[in-house]
């Protein structure tokens, strides 16, 4: 029969509290601002206009925490991937994370130099406003970063769907603990 001690260093390790509350509280802002991009053209002008204002401020708020989150990432060693992943599991594994932090980064920078090219500030939730970036007010910037943040939101949607598909998959396998790593709900 395996001791407690032996039991325990089966465990995989976990992520740490500050980067699982990151990841969710980010994940969860993430699948809001997607909902309020894709479908606020969709609604009454009324109606879209305070998407956008939710948008725009969700997106400002992503990319704080996403610097935030970086920064934690790199000043703390996340736990090593699993034994039973294989080799080109940790590699897509890797390239998703990295290519994650890329998109919530680009994501909300390209939206916040798109609203700049009309040169107004973002409000944050109406408690302040955020002062626009300076670049052009012509069309043609304003034009690129429209496509390259709706490019982007694309992207993020696709990243979004693979990592939910990839954890469902060892989820399903028997893999467990891979899920556990990030679950908010498992205690230490």
């Not at 997106?59 to 080109?88: E, I, N, Q, S």
């Amino acid at each position: 029969m395996a001791t407690a001690a032996a039991i325990g260093s089966l465990e995989p390790g976990r992520y740490s509290r500050v980067a699982i509350l990151l990841h969710w509280v980010i994940a969860a802002l993430i699948l809001v601002n997607l909902y309020l991009g894709l479908f606020h053209e969709d609604m009454s002008k009324p109606v879209r206009a305070t998407m956008m204002f939710y948008h725009k401020a969700i997106g400002l708020t992503v990319l704080a925490l996403t610097l935030l989150r970086l920064a934690w990432r790199l000043a703390h060693r996340p736990p090593p991937y699993d034994a039973a992943l294989k080799g080109w599991e940790v590699g897509v594994a890797r390239a998703t994370h990295w290519t994650f932090y890329a998109l919530l980064i680009a994501l909300p920078l390209t939206g916040w130099l798109l609203v700049s090219t009309g040169g107004k500030p973002i409000s944050w939730f109406g408690l302040f406003d955020i002062p626009a970036l300076p670049v052009s007010h012509a069309d043609g910037p304003h034009d690129a970063f429209d496509t390259l943040h709706g490019l982007f939101g694309y992207a993020m949607l696709l990243l979004v769907l693979l990592h939910v598909a990839g954890a469902i998959r060892h989820q399903l396998r028997g893999h467990r603990q891979v899920f556990g790593r990030m679950a908010p709900w498992r205690v230490r």
